[in-house]
């Protein structure tokens, strides 16, 4: 039992700090108290299943990651791997969109004659919209909060084009109170993730 506690206490940590997560962050993620993540990180005691599957979710790796030894080697090449595929997905479902919007650019030119150029303006919020979703739960509250602000104000930008006969320049402005919630919350979450982090310093320095 004690080696059991042993392995999953060290692949905790290396997996909390591969992912830059704070003790506070991660429980925060699996509703669970900071001092639950210092008591399995010491190898005090084991989370149950329920609960290491949840935190295979947050990690995004295999339970076994979790539960069996690993060398450091192993490791690295298991972490590489899946961020390597994370981003190739990531990079293939942008082209998708890129090539569905140019699909359908192209028929519209050829069988109506209609030069509707926007709809590659259009391809800009849809790619952000999905990078945000496929890193709304790591630890990147920077590049989140530019996801967020190139959506904005690039869907805000989609509109007035489609309206430019008018001209409502003024339509800009619903894109104001969005940007405002958006640095808000990037300010509200920062400080929490440095709060983590002075915690974390103080238990390390008490042990």
Known sequence: MENVKAIVSQNLLRLRKENNLTQAELARR???SDKAISRWEAGE???DLETIYALSEVFDVPVSQITEAHT???????????????V??????CCEIWFIF??????????????????????VPACMLVLWFFNR???MNI????????????????IYLHLIASHPWYIFFIGLPAQGLLIIRYIFNYK???KGIRLGKKKLKKR
């Open 30 to 32: 699996i509703n669970y």
């Open 45 to 47: 005691v084991v989370p």
């Open 72 to 86: 450091e080697e192993s490791a690295g090449e298991s972490r590489e791997s899946g961020v390597g595929q994370k």
């Open 88 to 93: 190739l997905s990531q990079i293939f479902l």
């Open 102 to 123: 140019t699909a359908l650019y192209v028929y519209l030119k050829l069988s109506h004659q209609a030069n509707i150029w926007q709809l590659f303006v259009w391809c």
């Open 137 to 139: 739960k790591e630890s």
């Open 143 to 158: 590049l989140l909060f530019i996801y967020s602000t190139v959506f904005v104000w690039s869907f805000t930008t989609c």
């Open 192 to 194: 929490q993730d440095l």
